[in-house]
């Protein structure tokens, strides 16, 4: 016999740290824009393992490249060549418009890197010019540069002391970033759209603002684009919306479809601090991973989903925009593309749940915000599925609100 959930949960419970309060489901498999339970059930996935599985579940072509790579080298550290990481760099700093690339296993990885390059970048212009202005309510990850740089206690005040030198401020607000900027500023670091902090995009203005002020200081703009980077927003990268050219760029997420592969991208001087020994990594940036990545960057040109992106984006958002309506407790609906928040006026664990038990997963972030991150192969018969599955969670939850 198979565990059953409860046996897994209670030897779970004895044997690892405590960090996660998971949902109850016991995940087996999933097939494209579906993930199935251990009971069976079907759970049509609008989270897509927080935007990793970009592709949906076992995309033919992934399966197939992971076989073929995994019986001729998987690994062999960054002490030798393998064919990958210089067609993975130079197609990534095309579509970002950035010139090097360092590749990682995570996301928080990359951030380091990025952290670690502005340092350099700064100390090569003056001795004391380190200091990092980050954002309020940001997420940049939970190793501890990262974590020094993400603006919301609950994650930080754990650990302090963290890494000095940060300055937060709060976001689209012009008058505090200038005041918080000057010589002694290695870098600005911002989330075009700020995912984890309840999907709160940065007003065009402000990060336009802020990559002018960067300039003036001579301080690098490191956009963090792990989530809303990599096509999530209908665009290669969320920046490209506005006419900002950062200085370093991290992404991570859904670029090697599950396997772990994050990427810090550089230009100019930026790109110039590290020489070899500076950085490395064991695992980062293997022959698999790096292969992975380069077929679904194959896949999104050919299947051209940027453009179903912002298709099925705009269906949703006029979806949600309807929901809102008709829901009292949604204050406002936010995003581009497939990256969605739902901000309540209560918390959105209820709704989450409902939607669940109704077949869709979602996610509940910053309390009251609903989280949606579907895959960019979705359809215009499943966005509106999601939608009427959305809106049904509302119902019960409110029925069972006032029961
Ligand atoms: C997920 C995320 C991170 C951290 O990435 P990990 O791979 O979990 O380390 C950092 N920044 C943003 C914006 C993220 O969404």
Not at 114 to 140: M, P, T
């Amino acid at each position: 016999m198979n565990p059953t959930l409860a046996d897994i949960q209670s030897a779970e419970a004895q044997s690892l740290l405590p960090t996660y309060s998971r949902i109850p489901l016991l995940l087996e498999r999933g097939k494209g824009p579906y993930v199935f339970a251990a009971d069976g059930r079907r759970y049509l996935d609008f989270l897509t393992g927080i935007g990793v599985n970009a592709l949906g579940y076992n995309h033919p072509r992934i399966s197939r490249v992971i076989r073929q790579q995994s019986a001729r080298l998987i690994h062999c550290s960054n002490l030798y060549y393998h064919a990958y990481q210089a067609p993975l760099a130079q197609r990534l700093a095309a579509l970002a418009g950035m010139e090097r690339a360092f590749f990682t296993n995570s996301g928080t990885e990359a951030l380091e890197g990025a952290l670690k390059l502005a340092r350099l970048h700064g100390r090569a212009l003056a001795a004391d010019k380190v200091e990092i202005v980050a954002l309020d309510n940001s997420f940049h990850g939970r190793t501890f540069g990262a974590l020094s740089v993400t603006g919301q206690p609950k994650y930080r005040l754990p650990y302090e002391p963290a890494l000095p030198g940060v300055r937060f401020v709060p976001a689209n607000d012009h008058a505090a970033l200038a005041a918080a900027i000057g010589p002694q500023t290695a870098a600005v670091l911002l989330e075009p759209i700020q995912g984890e902090g309840g999907v709160v995009p940065l007003e065009a203005a402000f990060l336009t603002a802020a990559a002018g002020l960067a300039r003036q200081h001579q301080a690098a703009l490191i956009l963090d684009e792990i989530q809303c980077g990599l096509g999530r927003t209908g665009r290669p990268f969320a920046f490209q919306w506005t006419d900002v050219v950062p200085d370093i760029v991290v992404t991570a997420k859904p670029i090697a479809c599950g396997l772990p592969l994050g990427v810090i991208l550089a230009r100019g001087a930026a790109a110039a601090g590290f020489t070899p020994g500076m950085h490395g990594t064991t695992f980062g940036g293997g022959p698999l991973v790096c292969r992975v990545a380069l077929e679904f960057l194959d896949i999104w040109e050919e299947e051209n989903l940027l453009a179903n992106v912002a298709d099925r984006g705009e269906e949703l958002r006029s979806g949600l925009e309807a929901l809102k309506r008709k829901q009292k407790a949604i204050q406002v609906v936010r995003g581009r593309g497939l990256m969605w928040g739902i901000e309540l006026d209560r918390p959105a664990k209820p709704i989450v749940d409902a939607a669940r038990e109704l077949g869709l997963l979602a996610n509940a972030t910053h309390e009251t915000v609903i989280r949606l991150l579907p895959p960019y192969t979705v359809t215009p018969a499943l966005v509106q599925k999601a939608l009427r599955l959305l809106a049904r969670a509302f119902r019960a939850a409110n029925r069972a609100a006032q029961a």
